[in-house]
C-alpha cells in the first residue's frame, strides 16, 4: 500500500464563486464539513499516512483548519505563490514525498476507490503511473480514456467525446523517480493531463465504479449537499469539556463556588446554535478539586445547575454533565483520558454514535479520550500556541468555541 499522497487543494472555485463567496474550493462545506474532510478520512481509513496539501488561494484557510495533522495522516503543505496549474503544483510537492511512489487526489473531487487494489496494481506492473479510471454514461464533460485491457491507449478531449465510456477520475499513482525525469525540461507551470499524460505512453488504467462527485460546478456541489447527507453521516453528538472551554480556566486552581464561574466570551449565544446542531450536548469534566477536598459535591452541583440554567435562558442546552470527581493518582475509569464518562453516556443515551461525535477540549486528555472512542477531536488553543503533545490526537484546533463553532456551522 502507497502511504503517502498528495492533495491538490489550490483551486479558486470561479464557478463556485457565487455559491460559497470567499472560500478556497476543497473547503467548501458540505454537509457541515469541509469538502477536503471527506476525501481526507477515505485516505485516512485507507493507511495513507502522510498527505501533502498542494495548497494556492487562501492557503491560510487550509492551514488554520488542518494543521499539522488530520486523524493518522501527517499533513505538510506545498504552498504556491503564484498558480502553478496541475502539474507545476504536483511537481513542487514531490520534495515533500519520502517514497519512492505516491498517490495524487484532487482536494475537489471525491472518489471512493479502493486505494489498496491501485496501490498494488500499479506496484506489480512497475508502472510509471497508474490511473484511476470511472465509468460515467456521458464522457462529454470530462474527455475520454480509451484502454486496451490496462494499459492507457488514448485520450480524447471534451469535444470528441459523448456517449458511456471512462474517464480519467483524478487519482494517480506515480513513481516519483519517473515523474521528475519526465519533468526535468518543463517550465514552472504546466498541465499534468495535457503535457504528461497526453505526451507520454505506457500508463495503466484500473476501472471503478465506485461513488463519484466533482464539485467544481454549483449543480454538482448541489448534489453534493444532499447526496452525502445519506452517504457520510454528520456529526450528531457534541462532548464538551467544561473549564476553558465554557468557563475560563483558572490556572493551578479550581472554581470552587458559583462567585468564581467565568463565562467564556459569546459562549452562551455559541451554545444556543450548537443546540440546533445536535441531538445530544454532552460536558465531560475532571473535577478532582471534589477529591482534594478543596468544594464539596453539593459546591459543584450548585455550579453546573446555574450554569445549565443560564444556557437554557440564552436559548441553548446541555443535556448531561458527566464529572470524574476522583484523584489522578486513584486511576478512575472514568477520569479523563479514559473514556468512563462517555461509555457512561453511551449508556444513558444509546443512539450516541461514537464514530458520529465531536469531542472538544482544551487539554491533551482531552484529545486522548476523544481519539481513543474514535471521535472527531478540536483542541482549543484559548490564544496559546498548539502543544506538540497534542498534535497526535488533534483533527483541528481554533481559538474558542465561538471559532469552532462557526467553522461546524458554516
Not at 481509513?45 to 498542494?54: E, M, T
Not at 493531463?193 to 476501472?207: N, Y
Request: net charge negative.
Amino acid at each position: 500500500m502507497i502511504t503517502e499522497a498528495v492533495i491538490l487543494a489550490g483551486g479558486f472555485g470561479t464557478r463556485l464563486s457565487h455559491v460559497l463567496g470567499n472560500v478556497p474550493k476543497p473547503m467548501a462545506p458540505v454537509a457541515g464539513k469541509p469538502f477536503l474532510t471527506y476525501v481526507l478520512d477515505r485516505l485516512n481509513d485507507a493507511g495513507v499516512k502522510r498527505g501533502i496539501l498542494a495548497t494556492g488561494y487562501m492557503h491560510e484557510v487550509v492551514n488554520h483548519y488542518f494543521g499539522n495533522r488530520y486523524r493518522d495522516i501527517e499533513i505538510v503543505y506545498s504552498h504556491e505563490t503564484q498558480p502553478l496549474l496541475t502539474g507545476g503544483a504536483i511537481l513542487q510537492a514531490t520534495q515533500y514525498v519520502r517514497g519512492e511512489h505516491f498517490l495524487v487526489l484532487n482536494g475537489d473531487t471525491l472518489f471512493d476507490i479502493d486505494f489498496e487494489a491501485l496501490s498494488n496494481h500499479h506496484l506489480s506492473h512497475s508502472a510509471s503511473i497508474t490511473i484511476a479510471l470511472r465509468e460515467v454514461d456521458d464522457t462529454s464533460r470530462y474527455g475520454a480514456v480509451e484502454t486496451k485491457g490496462t494499459q492507457i491507449i488514448s485520450f480524447r478531449e471534451k469535444v470528441n467525446s459523448c456517449g458511456a465510456g471512462s474517464i480519467n477520475g483524478g487519482i494517480y499513482a506515480i513513481n516519483k523517480r519517473w515523474l521528475n525525469h519526465a519533468c526535468a525540461n518543463m517550465p514552472q507551470k504546466f498541465s499534468f493531463e495535457k503535457d504528461i499524460l497526453q505526451t507520454h505512453d505506457g500508463f495503466e488504467g484500473l476501472t471503478f465504479t465506485n461513488y463519484f462527485i466533482d464539485i467544481g460546478v454549483p449543480t454538482d456541489y448541489y448534489r453534493a449537499q444532499k447526496e452525502f447527507m445519506s452517504l457520510f453521516k454528520p456529526d450528531e453528538f457534541l462532548f464538551l469539556d467544561r473549564d476553558g472551554v465554557i468557563n475560563k480556566y483558572i490556572e493551578n486552581g479550581y472554581v470552587c463556588s458559583w462567585d468564581e464561574f467565568e463565562w467564556m466570551p459569546d459562549v452562551k449565544p455559541t451554545l444556543a446554535l450548537l443546540s440546533q446542531r445536535y441531538r445530544r450536548i454532552c460536558v465531560v469534566t475532571n473535577q478532582q478539586g471534589v477529591g482534594k477536598g478543596c468544594f464539596t459535591q453539593d459546591t459543584l452541583d450548585d455550579i453546573h445547575n446555574r450554569m445549565v440554567s443560564e444556557i437554557r435562558e440564552a436559548g441553548g442546552r446541555i443535556d448531561r454533565i458527566y464529572c470524574c470527581t476522583a484523584l489522578a493518582a486513584e486511576n478512575s475509569p472514568y477520569r479523563k483520558p479514559n473514556i468512563g464518562m462517555l461509555l457512561q453516556a453511551q449508556s444513558e443515551y444509546p443512539e450516541i454514535d461514537f464514530t458520529r461525535s465531536v469531542m472538544v477540549g482544551d487539554a491533551l486528555t482531552d484529545m486522548q479520550m476523544g481519539y481513543r472512542a474514535g471521535m472527531r477531536c478540536v483542541y482549543i488553543t484559548r490564544n496559546n500556541p498548539l502543544p506538540d503533545e497534542v498534535k497526535d490526537y488533534t483533527d483541528c484546533y481554533y481559538v474558542d468555541l465561538q471559532e469552532a463553532a462557526r467553522s461546524i456551522l458554516r
